[in-house]
């Protein structure tokens, strides 16, 4: 879940595999987080809250598939569309290894993601990022969260899927992108540094990308097929 354009809450979709794998990922990275395992109404606002006051705290909902769709069906506020852009659903039959470096057995077949993709600050990022390398004509081309040598504000621009060698730049804007004067006109400067550079920017909705990224790769091979 995305506030003001920072990925500060997980909200895992799972049973018991899913915990494990945010257990996991703690003890990997020597963190100390928080899962929220509550009802669900009560563990969204909470954990907003909470990161809110600790934005740099990890914070995690867990609930299962059925309490979701409960939970989910007719919103159309800001904290449901946040959920979209940023869930991440865990298949109990997924193979996931443990600290020790073992590999659990899953139940049933499932292919894993490739474990760059992991590193995704929201669930569109990672959704677009494995349909680009899942079609020949854009596989390996992208680079997740790419920095440039210029800067941007006090820091290296960063771009969310960023093809060095074609100079293209692709974007991914979430609700905040268009609730938030500042982020608006953040946008506008970004893309114009980018252009600047000679780069071809393409920017796609995260809610689009979550229904359906075939709409999103067809443009970006467009974009590809003119710069080569």
């Known amino acids: 879940m995305r506030i003001n354009g920072t990925p500060r809450v997980t909200v895992l979709v799972g049973g018991a595999r899913a915990r494990s794998l945010w257990h996991d990922w703690l003890k990997a990275g020597a963190l100390d987080g928080t899962l929220l395992d509550e009802r669900l109404d009560v563990a969204m606002r909470v954990a907003t809250t909470r990161a809110l006051a600790d934005p740099a705290a990890p914070i ?33 039959d997924i193979t996931i290894p443990a600290s020790d470096g073992r590999k659990r057995q899953p139940t049933g077949k499932l292919r894993l993601p490739r474990t760059h993709i992991f590193n995704a600050r929201s669930a569109a990022e990672a959704s677009l990022l494995e349909a680009l390398e899942a079609t020949p ?15 941007f504000g006090p820091s290296a621009l960063e771009v969310d899927l960023l093809n060095r ?38 920017r796609v909705l995260a809610q689009d990308v979550m229904k359906d990224a075939r709409p999103a790769v067809n443009a970006i091979c467009q974009a590809l097929a003119c710069r080569r």
């Not at 059925?66 to 506020?77: E, I, P």
């Open 165 to 202: 060698e074609d100079h293209i730049a692709i974007e991914i804007d979430g609700y905040y992108h268009f609730g938030d004067l500042e982020a608006y006109r953040r946008d506008r400067k970004k893309d114009l540094v980018l252009q600047t550079q000679g780069f071809v920017v393409i």
């Open 137 to 151: 004509a854009t596989a390996g081309r992208f680079e997740l969260n790419g920095r440039l040598s210029v800067f």
């Open 60 to 92: 995690a909902v867990s609930c299962s598939a059925d309490d979701l769709r409960s939970w989910r069906t007719g919103r159309t506020d800001r904290l449901a569309v946040m959920l979209d852009e940023g869930m991440l659903e865990i298949p109990d």
